[in-house]
Structures are given as C-alpha cells and as structure tokens.
C-alpha cells in the first residue's frame, strides 16, 4: 500500500507535502501532484501537511476518488521509476482522468 493524491490538489499543487516527503516521492504534473508508489515509504509525512485534505492512505480513500489509486500510478506508466522528482522535475505528463476534469476556477 502507499499514500495517493487526490482530486483536491487539482490546479491547487500546495506542495507543502514535498517539503515534508523523505525520499523525493512525490511528483509535480501539470494540473496535480503524484505519489510513486513504489518509491513511498508509507512514512505518512506528507499527509497532515496537505492543506486541501488530498492525500489519503490507499486503503482509505474516499470513495467518490478511489479511481486516484490508478491515476497517481498511471502518472508513471511513461516515467517509470526515476528515483525522485528532483531528479526530473515538473512535467505536463497528467493522465487524460485528470487532463478532463474542469477547472476549480471554471466550477467555483
């Protein structure tokens, strides 16, 4: 199991949790931010730090975002696994779930 990021950072990217995240797990996509989950160590730092409430042990993400499990792991299906974000940075390599879902500011 691993940490998964959730809709709520869409267009938000706060990035308090990569302050916060030991081993640079945590990745920077155009519209959100991504937890590797074979890079995370299940440490759990990221998650009190997150000021939308997006971040959520795998096990207990709410239901009406339990699709972010596959999206976060979709968000690697090109990068592999890099051996953290410093290493490569933001990229604009949001999976298509995320690239459709509308704009906070267009919904607000």
Request: glycine share 8%.
């Amino acid at each position: 199991m691993t940490y998964v990021i959730a809709e709520p950072c869409i267009d938000i990217k706060d990035k308090a949790c990569i302050e916060e995240c030991p081993v640079d797990c945590i990745y920077e996509g155009g519209r959100m931010l991504y937890i590797h989950p074979d890079e995370c160590v299940d440490c759990g730092a990221c998650e009190p730090v997150c000021p939308v409430e997006s971040i959520y042990y795998e096990d207990d993400l709410p239901g009406q975002w339990a699709g972010y499990s596959q999206i976060n792991a979709d968000f690697f299906a090109e990068l592999g696994s890099p051996g953290g974000a410093a290493k490569i940075g933001p990229t604009d390599n949001d999976p298509i779930a995320v690239k459709n879902v509308d704009s906070k500011a267009e919904s607000a």
